[in-house]
């Protein structure tokens, strides 16, 4: 490699690395009202405006921030995840999450979630998975609503999230699979 190719290879390195790092940062939110402002922006307002708002503390134990009227919770962004993911579940959703979260059976019956801000999942195999498996990146969707419980429906879609911007199945083949389908 000739001296030049060199330096017009380390230029473009470093062009590209300064690129990356003057992305935005996504920044949990902090404090109560934070959260609850994050929760909401997860779901269409006609939905957020009534629906409860809970938050997940450090011991995986659930808290209310905010009662609702509606037949949706929403909760905010995840911190331990790159991404901005706030979600909002019906009440068949919040059985299905409770359940993953304790690693028990789903109950019976399709839930429905929104996630508007989008997703980062560390896997979609596993349902577990705290951080990408050595060569992998986190999973990344944009805007999309979920159909949890999705039964036989989930057969005719893809088990990959190669391309997130079309519709695919989430951890399948487990208790938890569930439909992936973006919305912009």
Known sequence: MTARRVSITLVTVVALAGLAAAQPKHTPPKTDKEKIANAMSAAPKAVAQDAKIMDIDEKGGMKVLREGKGTFTCMPDNPTTPGN????LDKAGMEWAHA???K???PAGV????MLMGGSD?????PYATKPAAG?????????????NPGP???????????PKKPYVMWPGTPYQHLMIPVK
Do not use: E, I, Q, R
């Not at 560390?122 to 596993?126: I, L, Q, T």
């Not at 999973?139 to 159909?147: P, Q, S």
């Open 104 to 106: 028990a059976a789903p």
């Open 111 to 114: 839930g429905f979630g929104y």
């Open 136 to 148: 992998k990146k986190w999973v990344d969707t944009g805007a999309h609503v979920m159909v949890l």
């Open 85 to 88: 993911d706030p979600m909002c």
């Open 122 to 126: 560390a896997s979609n195999d596993d």
């Open 153 to 163: 429906m989930a057969d005719a879609y893809p088990k990959s999230a190669d391309d």
């Open 100 to 102: 993953w979260m304790t």
